[in-house]
C-alpha cells in the first residue's frame, strides 16, 4: 500500500520513462487524502506538453498505455492532511517480438505431452 507521510513523494522515481514492455496498465486501487499524482504521456522525450494528462481518481480507473509508441510519467503525490494513500496496481507485458520467439512459441506448443 502506497502509504506516505506528510511530504511530497516521488510517485515514479525514474520521471519520465518506457518500461521496455509492449503495453502497461495502471490501475486505481484505491485513494484517500492526497493531490498530485496526474498521469501523463508523452511522444517525445523532449516534448513539452503531454498528448495524455489526467488523474486517476476512483477505484478501478485504469491507463493503458503502448509503451513502444509513449514515454510516461506520474507528478508527485502529497498528502492533503495527515497520512495519504494512492494504491496502484502496475501490470507490463509483451508480446513474442521476433521471428524466432513466435517460432518457439509454436514449436513449444506443439510438442508431444503437452497442456491443452
Do not use: N
Amino acid at each position: 500500500m502506497g502509504k506516505f507521510k506528510p511530504h511530497r513523494r516521488k510517485a515514479a522515481p525514474d520521471g519520465r520513462h518506457r518500461d521496455g514492455h509492449w503495453f502497461i496498465a495502471m490501475h486505481l486501487i484505491g485513494i484517500s487524502a492526497s493531490s498530485g499524482g496526474v498521469s501523463r504521456a508523452y511522444e517525445a522525450p523532449e516534448q513539452a506538453g503531454p498528448v495524455f494528462s489526467d488523474r486517476l481518481s476512483e477505484p478501478g480507473d485504469t491507463l493503458i498505455i503502448d509503451d513502444r509508441r509513449v514515454l510516461h510519467e506520474v507528478s508527485p503525490v502529497s498528502p492533503a492532511g495527515g497520512e495519504g494513500v494512492r494504491d496502484m496496481l502496475l501490470i507490463d507485458f509483451r508480446c513474442p517480438v521476433t521471428d524466432r520467439e513466435i517460432r518457439d512459441v509454436l514449436v513449444a506448443s506443439s510438442l508431444p505431452g503437452r497442456l491443452s
